[in-house]
C-alpha cells in the first residue's frame, strides 16, 4: 500500500482533528476525571473532619471509596472502549499517561508506611499536577494546565503544612486540577454538541 503525502495544511487539518476528537471524547469520558476528583475530594474532607473530630476511623474512607471508585472506573472504562470506534494517537497518549499515573499512584500509596504521609501527600499532587498538565498540552486545553499550575503549588505549599492539613491541600489541588477543568470541558463539549 502506497502511502500519500500530504501538505502542511493538510497536515495541520489531521493534527487539529485529531486533538478535537480526543478532547470530544475526554470530554464525554470526562466522567472519570470529574467523579475522581469528587470522590478523593469526599475522601479527604471526610479523614480531615474526623481527624478534627477525633474520631478515629477517619482513615476507613479511603478504603472504602478508592477501591469502589476503581471497580467503578474499570466497568466504565470497559464500556467506554466497546463504544469506541475510532482511535487517535493522541487518544493513544493519554491512555499511556494515565496508566503511568495510576500505577505511580499505586507505588506512592503502597510505600506510604514507609516513607510517611506528608512526603506521600506531597507527591500524590505533583502527580495530579504532572497528569493534568500533559492531558491539558495534549488536548490544547488551558483550564487543565492552569489546574495543574494549581496542584503544583498545593504541592509545595504541603510541605510546611501538618499532615491533617495536607489533606484540605490534597482537595484544593483536586478541585483545580479535576473538578473545574473536567466540568469545563464537559460543558464546552456539551455546548459545541447541542
Known amino acids: 500500500m502506497e502511502e500519500k503525502e500530504i501538505n502542511p495544511a493538510e497536515s495541520l487539518q489531521l493534527i487539529n482533528s485529531m486533538i478535537s476528537t480526543a478532547k470530544n471524547r475526554l470530554a464525554d469520558d470526562g466522567v472519570l476525571i470529574v467523579f475522581w476528583g469528587w470522590l478523593v475530594i469526599v475522601a479527604a474532607m471526610f479523614n480531615y473532619i474526623c481527624i ?9 474512607a479511603w478504603l472504602i471509596l478508592m477501591p469502589l471508585g476503581g471497580i467503578f472506573s474499570m466497568v466504565y472504562g470497559y464500556r467506554q472502549n466497546k463504544k469506541e470506534k475510532v ?25 506510604m508506611p514507609f516513607h510517611g504521609v506528608k512526603s506521600s501527600y506531597f507527591f500524590l499532587m505533583l502527580l495530579y499536577g504532572l497528569a493534568t498538565m500533559v492531558s ?4 490544547n486545553f488551558r483550564p487543565l494546565i492552569i489546574g495543574s499550575l494549581f496542584a503544583f503549588a498545593c504541592a509545595v505549599i504541603s510541605v510546611f503544612l501538618s499532615d491533617t492539613d495536607q489533606l484540605l ?17 464537559r460543558s464546552r463539549y456539551k455546548s459545541q454538541h447541542v
Request: hydrophobic share 50%; charged share 10%; net charge positive.
Open 52 to 60: 478534627r473530630m477525633n474520631v478515629e476511623w477517619g482513615g476507613a
Open 87 to 111: 482511535k487517535t494517537y493522541i487518544d493513544k497518549y493519554l491512555k499511556y499517561l494515565w496508566i503511568g499515573f495510576g500505577v505511580s499512584l499505586a507505588i506512592t500509596l503502597g510505600f
Open 136 to 139: 491539558g498540552g495534549l488536548l
Open 169 to 185: 491541600c490534597i482537595s484544593a489541588a483536586l478541585l483545580c486540577s479535576y473538578v473545574i477543568p473536567g466540568h469545563l470541558l
